[in-house]
């Protein structure tokens, strides 16, 4: 089966997905970074549609999908529990989830709330830790992952394979 592209209906806004393989296969479902859309995972995915289901959606205010009415519907726990509609309203009861940068803190949010749908998951860039949840100011956690970079930035690979 090729790709397919379709809406469905969440909390009164469209949901944009994107479908890669054969429902009767092990699905995973796709959730992608900040500034991306379910569509950034075609290539991964034209590559493992022989062996799996792989569902993308473009999370709210990316891609096609409606953004939230709310800044606050944004925060992790209602993401999770937003996200665990859309397998239901597919019909969807386990999956493996693949998921990249926001998408993977949302997936460790929702793997915490609903642990007994997810088979596994792969967590690409978790991103940022959010230090400052934890006392610490925005400014000193931005300051913490510049010289964080700074530090894994190499000038060729001969200094990065001798580190």
């Known amino acids: 089966m090729d790709m397919k592209r379709y809406f469905i209906k969440e909390e009164n806004m469209d949901v944009h997905i994107t479908e890669w393989g054969s429902r009767r296969k092990p699905v995973i479902f796709c959730l992608h970074g900040l500034g991306s859309t379910g569509f950034s995972f075609i290539e991964l995915a034209e590559k493992l549609k ?33 996200v665990n509609q859309i397998p239901e309203k597919l019909e969807i009861n386990t999956f493996y989830f693949l998921s990249h940068s926001w998408g993977s803190f949302t997936s460790l949010f929702y793997l915490s709330m609903f642990p007994e749908k997810v088979l596994s998951a792969i967590l690409v860039d978790g991103g940022y830790q959010t230090k400052w949840r934890k006392g610490e100011t925005m400014e000193k956690e931005a300051a913490y992952y510049e010289k964080n970079f700074n530090e894994y930035v190499f000038n060729s690979w001969d200094d990065f394979l001798t580190a």
């Not at 473009?58 to 953004?67: F, I, V, W």
Request: net charge negative; glycine share 6%.
């Open 50 to 82: 022989e062996y799996f289901c792989l569902i993308a959606i473009a999370m709210p205010g990316h891609g096609k999908t409606s953004p939230f009415a709310e800044l606050e519907e944004y925060e992790y726990p209602h993401l999770a529990a937003w």
